[in-house]
Each structure stands twice: as C-alpha cells, then as structure tokens.
C-alpha cells in the first residue's frame, strides 16, 4: 500500500514568498523521488534522492532527505507564478505516490 | 522521441459500455504502471506490471482489467463503466525498480 503521507494538502502563497512542502514515511525509503504536476499536465520528474541527510538544488527549489530516511521536504524560496502545480513525492522503488501539494501562488 | 503514448486523450461513455485505453512506450522500459486521478485523490495505482506478460494489482484495481503481451504496449480495459470511473487516467514507465517514471498526456473519460 501507500508508504508516503504528503502535508500539506493544499498551500496558498503571495507571490515572493516561500513554499514548503513535506513528505513522511513510516518505514526507512531506499530513495524518494519528487515530481511536478502542472494544471490540466502530466507529472513530471523533478529529483531524486538516495543518501542519508542528502540536499540537492535546482534553482530556488531545495530538496532535502532525512537522516533516517524517513522523510523529505522540498522548499521553493520566493515563489513565483511559474511554480503552480501540486507537487508530488514518491517513495522511488515503488509504484505509490503521495497525495501531493497543491501550490497557487497569487500575483 | 515519443516517450509514453496514450490514446484516446479524451472520451465519454455511457454507464455499462467497455472501452481499452491504450498505452505504448517506445523507451524499452520494464516497468509499467495505471493511475487515475481525481480532485483532491491524487494519484491512485491502478495496476502495473514489471515485465512482459507480468501484472499486478495496485490500490483500486475493481472495474479494470489490464494485459502486458509486449514491452511496449500496457492497454488498461473498462470491462462496464460507471460514473464512479470519471477520472483523468495516466500511464507510466520506468526502465528499472529505482528510476524516474515517465509519464504520458493523460486520458480524460467522462462516463455519463
């Protein structure tokens, strides 16, 4: 079944300000993949992380890995428009997604 | 580079008709998997296969019957619709247990 719980469901922000979205498991992940969803498109891979305590960058989007491997975060830094989507987490050897972070930004 | 190839992108049936959508990578991928997507469900795991002529069930597998004959073609059945199948539905491939999926545009069917 599904391994990972994805909060908060849903995030309103003003535009210039930051995002973060969590992803928890109960048990230790091999690895932990991230995806995009832009409306009315399809998921799309963002990253995916392996090590313990891992953090990775693109841009203004950090992605972080926890120590016991149990848990992940990604943080947008002062959002913009272009970052609307929901956001999706996926536990990386598996077929189960999280229930995702829907993010509007508002200009 | 075609990637993963879904077919109808949109389509409306009746309650009690049966319908394949298709899906067809052209990525020499393993693994293959069916979602549905409903407002705020997220993505549901309707099935999925590790290889050619290997499936198996995900989370809501009731109503859909699925076949892996090639590598390439993973068509996801309809035996009789009901409007509780109203869904955006999308396809998935990845080439090993532990890699990124890629997935196709999505099929959107209303069943009325």
């Known amino acids: ?107 | 580079n075609a990637g993963v190839t879904q077919t109808p992108k949109f389509q409306v049936l009746k309650t009690g008709q049966s319908m394949t959508l298709q899906c067809a990578q052209d990525m020499n991928h393993e693994y293959m998997s069916w979602y549905r997507q409903d407002p705020g469900m997220g993505l549901r795991l309707i099935h999925y296969s590790v290889g050619a002529g290997i499936t198996d069930q995900g989370e809501v597998p009731n109503g859909y019957n699925v076949s892996r004959s090639t590598t390439e073609d993973f068509p996801l059945r309809l035996l009789s619709a009901a409007p509780s199948q109203t869904s955006v539905y999308f396809c998935a491939s990845r080439g090993q247990h532990n890699q990124p999926q890629h997935f196709g545009d999505g099929t959107r069917l209303s069943i009325l």
């Open chain 1, 1 to 107: 079944g599904q391994q990972v719980m994805q909060i908060p469901q849903y995030q309103h922000v003003q535009e210039g300000e930051d995002f973060t979205t969590y992803c928890n498991s109960s048990t230790t992940l091999s690895n932990i993949q991230w995806y995009k969803q832009r409306p009315g498109g399809h998921p799309v891979f963002l990253i995916q992380l392996v090590k313990s305590g891992e953090v990775k960058k693109q841009k203004r989007l950090t992605f972080q890995f926890g120590e016991a491997k149990k848990n992940s975060s990604l943080h947008i830094t002062a959002t913009q428009t272009t970052d609307v989507g929901t956001y999706f987490c996926a536990a990386g050897n598996q077929f189960y997604f999280g229930t995702g972070t829907s993010l509007t930004v508002i200009p």
